[in-house]
């Protein structure tokens, strides 16, 4: 394909995609950049069953290596989303990305606490990042992958798929523009069953149980929806089943205070049947979603009996087109590094409340 | 009407009563047992609007007497509802009950902190009381009340409708039967925007805010679904609106911890749109109710798609039919003064968590 033809091919498929922004359409236009190389660090569940196939679906990005340990992993990708040999690195070699300039973004969706090693070594090449949520498993370690990124002068964005997501994008409008008066309680509560055995009960690769891993949704919208930082958090632990539950807690909720008065009452458990929902209760009407927190499906409802769904697109490409977009425009990511810390602080002062059987003040 | 007519008519009305249970049936035909006569202690909006009638619509109750100080209120319960004079009183004169019989429990519907003196008084007369929830504003006050009925040999029953609910009774046996294995997670919420100038805002005749008033509904319904009393509670409180909110609370949160190691998160408030709610979510699945607490509509829900919900009778009909039953059969109410003291105890324990910013560890 010559650079016109391939140029044309391009335009069209952006101006086909149904959900981006005329702005990113001018700015591929105008750049006639090619699409960014997506690299998928760790090819676990996630990668394999919402990642990949997102990336299929986005405008401007493309699948262009993979970093893995396992080679019949590596095999079965390459072929299956035609991956050259030189795209394909272990965690030992992603360094040598340095030298692929296909890839511009490494995508890390390993374990918790391997993020800022792979984060890294992103950056030690010269590449962007994008990291699942937690960020990592520690104030200190977000902060260092902060610094990593910044000194690189490489983008650093936290795959949080709900802001990206357009009924949650109305919640966000209908708290910050008080359609319904001034907020005042927001519940929210993240859950579900795990399975034994998997990393995420591992405290040395999770860092922590239901909290880091899914409760981080509850908190997440508590933050968005309010637009503050809490000011006071109280939580408490379970343990319920031993055999399972030895290094991380079963369940958590917790409570926190927000600076405008809003009231929060967040919980998440890996001991109990699938669930995620939020209500946020307002002077004269409030809203919510049920399910609130699933890839696709979710419910919005408001007191009003005004409608609150929308056509979601796929969460995971909207979330990575733009922070394509962020990198093309120069532009910092509404998910950035630090907003990624800001939720890692928030829960390591509920695990210290947990621990200590105290609330703790925040100062932001 | 002679007495074997009198008795025909009231079994044919006990017999035609849609709720009624047969044991009752049978016990009022056994003793021919007049109805037992109701005196409505306090004519507020709960008394003119539910509690009146659905005493019309009971099997074993009825409409005898009113206590009030309010004279227009007196005229006009009195020709609307066939009342005769002897059996109209006012705070003062309600002693007098005594000598009364048509008059055998008196239904305390007044605010808050006067419940107890009311009840002094009912129990010195030699009558029954079934008192509006919360029982009182201290836990002193409370065992104060328990102890006056014991030494006048009469029952002592609280106004806690949602325990006659069929869909709670249901909810009740889920939790209890482990239908959807054992319960992990109770978030309950209710409250509603409060108008200014209410002696529910008095402190002195509240005791306390929405956590008294509705948040008393979440903190039954946390006790009675997983049948245990709270070991750890932590509460905190705001006062948004100076205004409204100079002497109780504007919000209330809570976490409680139970022994089987369930966990509960609830809030109530004064100052947000109408919301009552709740769900329970167990190992293996869910179940919930939204709204939950109003006088009629209530819906459920559970998580495998099954029907939740059931014809409910009026719940103030079916709390005083039941009571009366227990009087009438002398067995102790579920809904007994313990119980209602029980509530009370938490409340103060939430209240003062929120004051000393710390949890608290109750010994039941």
């Not at 986005?58 to 396992?70: K, Y």
């Not at 498993?137 to 610094?147: A, F, L, P, W």
């Not at 409008?173 to 069953?193: Q, T, W």
């Not at 309010?226 to 807690?249: K, L």
Request: net charge neutral; proline share 6%.
């Amino acid at each position: 394909m010559t650079g016109r033809r391939k140029f044309i091919a391009q335009a069209a498929a952006v101006a086909a995609a149904p959900f981006i922004s005329t702005s990113l359409t001018r700015a591929l236009a105008a750049t006639s950049k090619k699409k960014l190389g997506f690299a998928i660090c760790g090819l676990g569940g996630l990668s394999e069953h919402q990642i990949a196939p997102a990336l299929q679906k986005t405008a401007n990005c493309r699948l262009a290596g993979i970093i893995t340990d396992t080679p019949e992993k590596a095999s079965s990708w390459k072929s299956k989303y035609n991956i050259p040999d030189k795209s394909v690195y272990t965690y030992d070699t992603m360094h040598r990305m340095a030298d692929n300039p296909d890839i511009d973004v490494v995508y890390i969706v390993t374990p918790n606490a391997l993020h800022l090693d792979n984060a890294l070594a992103a950056a030690k090449a010269g590449k962007h990042v994008f990291c699942e949520k937690p960020m990592e498993i520690s104030v200190e370690r977000c902060q260092k992958m902060i610094d990593a990124l910044k000194a690189a002068r490489r983008m650093l964005g936290v795959a949080y798929r709900c802001q990206f997501e357009p009924s949650h994008l109305e919640c966000m409008r209908l708290a910050h523009e008080k359609v319904f008066g001034s907020l005042k309680v927001i519940d929210a509560y993240f859950g579900f069953n795990i399975p034994p055995g998997v990393w995420r009960l591992k405290r040395e690769l999770a860092g922590g149980g239901p909290l880091m891993d899914v409760g981080i949704y509850a908190l997440q919208l508590t933050r968005y929806l309010t637009g503050e930082e809490p000011v006071w958090i109280s939580g408490t632990t379970t343990h319920g089943d031993p055999a399972r539950f030895s290094e991380v807690e079963e369940s958590v909720i917790w409570q926190a205070k927000f600076p405008s008065g809003v009231i929060s009452n967040c919980g998440a458990s890996y001991n109990a049947a699938p669930n995620g929902y939020f209500r946020a209760i307002a002077e004269h009407g409030w809203f919510g979603m049920d399910p609130a927190f699933n890839y696709s499906g979710n419910r919005g409802t408001r007191s009003d009996g005004k409608p609150l769904e929308f056509p979601e697109p796929d969460p995971f490409a909207a979330e990575m087109d733009d922070f394509a977009q962020c990198i093309l425009e120069n532009k910092p990511s509404k998910v950035s590094g630090e907003e990624g810390l800001r939720d890692v602080k928030v829960m390591m002062a509920i695990y210290e409340s947990a621990r200590t059987g105290k609330p703790i003040e925040l100062h932001t």
